[in-house]
């Protein structure tokens, strides 16, 4: 996800973000910026910012700034995806600051070139640290596709933390092909924690069967974050779209709270307070719980409360997308200028907004949009963005034919 965010550094030149990286903290205005030129880098193609990142990623200094610039560094190396930076992730494996070896397993993941039996070695032994570490080692196995040699993996299964257990049920789902790991993980969909929720959806993703599709999409955890997993899922090998799982990822994408599970939490009174608390709730089933409560009141109140919370808590990225999606999923008509506001949102941040009102043009018929969502479906980078686009934009110009206009 980090790519969406590109934009925000792009007042960075590549230039000035080697020249920070290689500064003494201590030298810079703020330390801070040299762990941002990492980031920086993580976005640009030369040689010689790869040359720089693969420096950072082996600098071993104590120093706070230092040592964040250093994972900052191996997850920018993640994202440029060359092998070179190979020999420097390995050795980070071996790191105790478990947030660096953590992104070290990520990027090897990321770059996706075969290991030989040393390296899978390497990446075996990270297995004997925090609980977060293991996770991510595991899923490296996974996204790589390493077979389970000493059983270690398999012994993971039976971890008494679900996040541990979840990645190595994925790991045996995709490489050793027993889908009896995907039952706990659908189970885990379900479960009142948010954070054991998004586990599952990440791991559902790892583990690529279709068969978890359809509890995935009702999950109440972020759209992005199922949409990540569901493309995931459903694409082949060629990148093409499964026929069969279409129109499970419209309903995802389209993301109706009536649709999701959300009876493992409790149900928001239909009250202005109750919604507005809910909406602003960390955990998205709590945000999700409050937008349906919104949707059963009478249509004067909707406008009314959606016209209160753009103008209070408009600017909340989550917030900002639910009315979008809100307004067309109710046929608000008039409040189709949010939906056209929305769709022309270009901080990334919002990216998400875009997908909701990329659906409520649809809805609402909003013709005078095809020319920005064609923009968008041929060039937006963001898959559940693009791919929306393309789908509205289809609906529309059919819904113009039809109609006669």
């Given at each position: 996800m980090a790519e969406r965010f590109d934009t925000l550094f792009s007042g960075m030149s590549e230039e000035a973000a080697m020249r920070a990286l290689r500064s003494d903290p201590a030298e810079l205005d703020n330390p801070g910026t040299k762990y941002l030129a990492a980031t920086r880098l993580g976005a640009c193609t030369s040689a010689a910012s790869l040359d720089r990142l693969i420096e950072a990623g082996s600098n071993t200094t104590d120093n706070l700034y230092e040592r964040i610039t250093r994972r900052k560094a191996l997850e920018a190396l993640g994202r440029r995806k060359d092998p070179k930076a190979l020999p420097v992730l390995i050795q980070a494996l071996q790191a105790e600051d478990e947030p660096t070896v953590v992104n070290a397993a990520d990027a090897i993941a990321r770059i996706g070139s075969p290991l030989d039996p040393q390296r899978v070695t390497a990446l075996t032994?990270?297995?004997?640290?925090?609980?977060?570490?293991?996770?991510?080692?595991?899923?490296?196995f996974t996204r790589l596709g390493i077979h389970d040699q000493g059983g270690v993996i398999d012994q993971?299964?039976?971890d008494d933390n679900p996040l541990v257990a979840g990645a190595a049920h994925a790991h045996a789902v995709r490489v050793e092909g027993d889908r009896q790991g995907l039952t706990p993980l659908m189970r885990q969909l379900r479960d009142e924690n948010p954070g054991r929720r998004?586990?599952?959806?990440?791991d559902l993703g790892d583990a690529g069967r279709v068969e978890g599709l359809s509890g995935l999409i009702r999950c109440p955890v972020s759209m992005p974050l199922r949409a990540k997993s569901a493309f995931?899922?459903?694409?082949?090998?060629?990148?093409?779209i499964k026929p069969e799982t279409t129109a499970l990822i419209e309903q995802l994408l389209q993301d109706d709270p009536r649709r999701l599970d959300l009876e493992i939490v409790p149900?928001?009174?239909?009250?202005?307070?109750?919604?507005?608390d809910g909406l602003q709730h960390r955990d998205e089933?709590?945000?999700y719980a409050a937008a349906k409560a919104l949707m059963v009141l009478p249509r004067a109140q909707q406008l009314e409360q959606i016209d209160s919370l753009r103008d209070s808590l408009g600017s909340d990225y989550g917030v900002h997308y639910l009315l979008a999606s809100c307004t067309g999923l109710l046929d608000l008509h008039e409040r189709s200028d949010l939906v056209r506001a929305a769709l022309a949102e270009s901080a990334p941040q919002y990216a998400k907004s875009r997908v909701a009102a990329a659906w409520s043009c649809v809805r609402l018929k909003l013709h005078d949009q095809i020319e920005l969502l064609s923009e968008l479906g041929r060039s937006n980078p963001w898959q559940p963005l693009q791919w929306s686009c393309l789908?509205?934009?289809?609906?529309?110009?059919?819904?113009?034919?039809t109609s006669g206009l």
């Open positions: 032994q990270a297995l004997n640290g925090p609980d977060n570490q293991r996770r991510a080692i595991v899923q490296a993971c299964r039976q998004r586990a599952a959806v990440i995931q899922m459903a694409t082949n090998a060629d990148g093409s149900t928001t009174e239909p009250s202005p307070q109750a919604i507005r089933a709590r945000q789908r509205a934009t289809e609906f529309l110009q059919q819904l113009r034919t």
